[in-house]
């Protein structure tokens, strides 16, 4: 049963209440809201950016399948141009792609963060690479083709340069771990 | 204020706010602080018992709401919702602060002799003036049962003490009231 203090309490609970906040504690809120959402996309990229390459990768190839799929009858009529010299760019870029594969594999799968699957894909000789080559064997003067292949190696080599420049921001690079320590101590 | 919330809560406009909070919409979050920020800003001012920690224990909580308002289900209450986001960051900010709840010995509360409440005159500025000046674990145990109006037993799960020791600590709040808007009565 309620006592006079209680009974009091419950008959004047209105005027116990003050007035709300002062506007600062919304303008912060606002702020934190805002930062809160830039911040959350800022470290999703951050946390995620391997797979967010990836992605780009698979974009990419997708693309040049599009591409390349979406001319199909077009490049068939148009087979006898001329010989390309596709090999020469071919080769100056697999070597490139090579060099770069091989600085990125010589992280530790921890720090790479990646799949089986998408260890896969990064690699040169992926199965959008490997349409490509076919069909430029089978069309080898279509510039289309050559253009799609070319326009591949491109876009591997700008990826594994991106990669390598987070791999370089967010750890010491694998072959100078040893050096860093030493100058250190 | 607390009209608003009040009457926002469980309504169709409540849950189209909610709706669209839960979507990210800034403004019907704007519209959810608007209808319910007074009446959590007085429980973490009763709580805290200063305007800069109930401020800023007011941003946090409703952080939290903005952060968890995707959990709210649809038949739950708004406003008890909220409420129970504010008082856990208002017990958060007392934890900080170094607040800590104990168990205490059940000992029976006796009135103090002379303490005759048809001589003296409650009034509102008193009482709050009484319960500001209370010890932290008396003020929380109070405000948390006669103005937030949680049960003993809730209390106690959420102090972490005993149902007994809440009983105990608020039959004490409410003596040492009494004490203290009597002595204002006897000085004034």
Redesign the interface.
Known sequence: MPDNFESFIRQHREEFEEKGPSPRVWDALEQELTVGRKGKVVSLLQKNWFKAAVIVVLMANAAALFYFTRHREHQQQELAVIAPDIQEAGVYYTTRINEKLQQINAYPDAALGLDSTARKELALRNDTYKALERELKNNPGNERIRAAMVRYYQLKLDLLDKILEELQQKHVAPGNTKKHYEAEI | ??ASATNLNQTPLAEYIVERCKK?D?RA??EL?DAY???M??IC?RMTNNVSD??DT??EA??QV?RSIHKLEKESSISAWIKRIVVNHCLNTLRKKKVYFEDVEDVEIKAEEGID?AQFT?T?AA??SAIHTLPQGYRTVLNLY??EEYSHREIAEMLGITESTVKTQYMRA?EK??QIVKQQNVTR
């Open positions: 204020m607390k990210g800034v979050f704007r602080y920020s007074a009446a800003y007085n001012l109930a401020e007011l941003q409703f952080i903005h409440e409650w509102v009482v709050k006669l103005f409410k009231v009494r």
